[in-house]
């Protein structure tokens, strides 16, 4: 492949990481075999794949310093089959010597980021939708179901279609009281529910390199919103506790959509009903009334999201009838939450705290919403039904957000309830 | 199914169709009923919260006709299962969400993408479908339509019945007649 004057052009990253994995050089467009630097897989897809991986003839699998193990999506288990599904996982990691998360360590892709068990450059699959979060490491990481998983288990490969690449340079500063969730929004509003869908999104710009681990993984999250295969952020200002080797995209590498978005007045940001691609500005749902808030997911439940809400609720009561359920991440974020005096200012306000894992996010337990409920929360999506109940409305927003509208009662601007 | 009538590839069925874009996984089958390990339970909860009838009135060899990004959301394998296990012998769909478009054919449910061109076929007509040529014909109007074709590697995952049974014959993944396989 060539540019217009005839020299062979660049290549993107996820171009560069899949050539590192696939042992030649690949392009766009091109099928390939890869080697795979790690696997997880959880209570909601991990039973199935154990399933396959035994009716595929697997005794061992191929590594088990690099498969993982979460129970987070039921957990813990609201009933007896959930509960007999976790111990049939408890007895394939013992058996396997992989690695294991058992309840309330939290949600995966944070236990995977937390624990390093992906790293910078690493081809990761996980049996869930947001594994691109590893994205914001600087990994090409792609979500998977179950028997996708298996095959891997048992090879240690697995064969995909090298994406094209869309490019997204954000352009401008964040204004102040936006967050990485708010511009995510934004974006996914842009592109679409399936608008990057078979491809790879690349984040960049001088916002990103203001930002910390934790915003970065709130933005890669998102990328699976727009349907994409992953989402990578530049690693331009990416600190991590231990030394990596950055991949950055040639300068002439070739995408096939380049956005140039400004979010230098970048307004709060919202998803209604009935998808997360149905975003607009605050101003246009404020004033929503809403029955409960949820702050929680692998989106928006880390410590820097926890201290958003705490700064907003403290010393303030939630509005009457209206309640607030919090699952924090991991239970490394709910013990600096508790040191720091986060979880006490939120639980004076009022809220509701369960276990770290998904919680309500996927609607299994511990949160259902009633008929004609309207929920505000800091997950990811708000498809009919998400939550446990089809008849409920699911609005997204930041954390700031979530809390500024437990305090009205309605879909409120934080700026104004908590200047 | 009734008998292939023309072709081994050929399969006949009867259309639901359900032309409407984003129909998510949830949709498909609520995470609240994917807990289980039992296929058939699945079955009678496929298209639960898009369609309450839906399950009762799928017959084995039915084909489901749908819209644009089929499938978005999660990664749930119970998705396809579920459709399969109501009796969909395939799905048609004007385009797929990347990782159900993988397990269908992981788990050898064949998925066709036919794009945004118009169409006339509705529930009750009579399809039958090369599934490997992507040729799609309507018995009960005459209309016949074209779709997208699978990569190889798909092909002959879906041949074998799914991804399980592609791993017990070849034990690794192969990409017939691409540089680098490795066989
Ligand atoms: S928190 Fe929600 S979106 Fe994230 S992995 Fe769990 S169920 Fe999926």
């Keep these: ?419 | 199914m009734t008998a292939p009538p023309s072709g081994d590839a050929a399969l006949r069925g009867v259309a639901h169709v359900y032309d409407l874009d984003d129909i998510d996984t949830d949709r498909i089958i609520p995470g609240k009923r994917t807990k289980t390990l039992v296929v058939a339970d699945m079955a009678r909860y496929a298209l639960e919260d898009l369609d309450p009838g839906f399950a009762r009135r799928a017959q084995a060899g039915d084909i489901l006709v749908v819209g644009r990004n089929f499938g978005c959301g999660s990664s749930r394998e119970q998705a396809p299962m579920a459709l399969k296990a109501a009796g969909m012998a395939l799905v048609i769909g004007r385009s797929f969400a990347r990782i159900f478009y993988r397990n269908a054919i992981n788990i050898g449910l064949p998925v066709l993408e036919i794009g945004d061109r118009p169409h006339a076929i509705a529930t009750g007509h009579t399809l039958e479908v090369d599934a490997e040529a992507g040729r799609i014909s309507d018995l009960s109007d005459g209309m016949t339509y074209s779709a997208s074709q699978l990569p190889r590697v798909m092909l002959d995952i879906l041949r074998g019945g799914g991804l399980v049974n592609y791993l017990v014959k070849y034990g690794n993944y192969r990409l017939l007649g691409q540089p680098g396989e490795d066989s």
């Design chain 1, 1 to 419: 492949m060539s540019n217009p004057s005839g020299a062979v052009r660049g290549l993107t990253v996820a171009e560069k990481i899949i050539s590192a994995h696939a042992g030649r050089a690949v392009r766009a467009g091109e099928l390939v075999i890869a080697r795979i630097d790690g696997v997880m897989a959880t209570d909601a897809t991990g039973p199935l794949a154990i399933v396959a991986f035994s009716e595929m003839g697997g005794k061992r699998v191929w590594d088990p310093a690099k498969v993982s193990l979460i129970l987070d999506h039921a957990a813990p288990a609201p009933n007896e089959r959930v509960s007999n599904l976790h111990g049939m996982m408890r007895a394939f990691a013992r058996e396997q010597g992989c690695h294991f998360y058992d309840i309330g360590a939290g949600i995966c892709h944070q236990l995977m980021v937390e624990n390093e068990h992906v790293r910078p450059g690493d081809l990761f699959l996980g049996a869930d939708s947001h594994t691109p979060t590893y994205g914001a490491l600087n990994a090409f990481a792609c979500g998977v179901g179950s028997t996708d998983l298996a095959g891997a288990l048992l090879t240690g490969r697995t064969w995909l279609k090298v994406p094209e690449t869309i490019r997204i340079n954000l352009v401008g500063r964040m204004p102040s009281g936006v967050t990485a969730k708010d511009v995510a929004l934004k974006l996914v509003g842009l592109i679409g529910a399936e608008g990057a869908n078979y491809r790879a999104v690349e984040f960049a710009g001088p916002a990103i390199r203001e930002m910390s681990l934790s915003p970065r993984m709130t933005l890669a999250n998102l990328a699976s919103e727009m349907g994409a295969k992953t989402g990578l952020v530049d690693p331009a200002g990416l600190t991590l506790p231990y030394d990596f080797v950055p991949t950055s995209p040639d300068p002439d590498a070739e995408y096939c959509v380049i956005h140039s978005v400004d979010i230098g007045d970048l307004r709060p940001q919202v998803a209604r009903p009935h998808s997360p691609g149905n975003v607009s500005p605050i101003d246009d749902v404020l004033g929503v009334r809403i029955d409960a808030g949820f702050i929680g997911s692998c989106t928006n439940a880390r410590l820097d999201d926890l201290r958003a809400a705490a700064r907003i609720l403290r010393g303030r009561r939630l509005a009457a009838g209206v309640r607030l359920i919090i699952a924090p991440v991991s239970r490394r974020v709910f013990n600096h939450a508790l040191a720091d005096g986060t979880i006490a200012a939120l639980s004076e306000a009022g809220a509701t705290f369960i276990p770290a894992g998904c919680g309500p996010c996927v609607g299994t337990h511990e949160g259902v919403p009633g008929d004609g409920e309207v929920v505000i929360s800091t997950a990811n999506r708000n498809y009919q039904g998400r939550m446990g109940n089809p008849n409920a409305q699911i609005y997204l927003a930041s954390p700031a957000v979530v809390a500024a509208s437990v305090l009205a009662g309605a879909i409120a601007d934080p700026a104004v309830v908590a200047p």
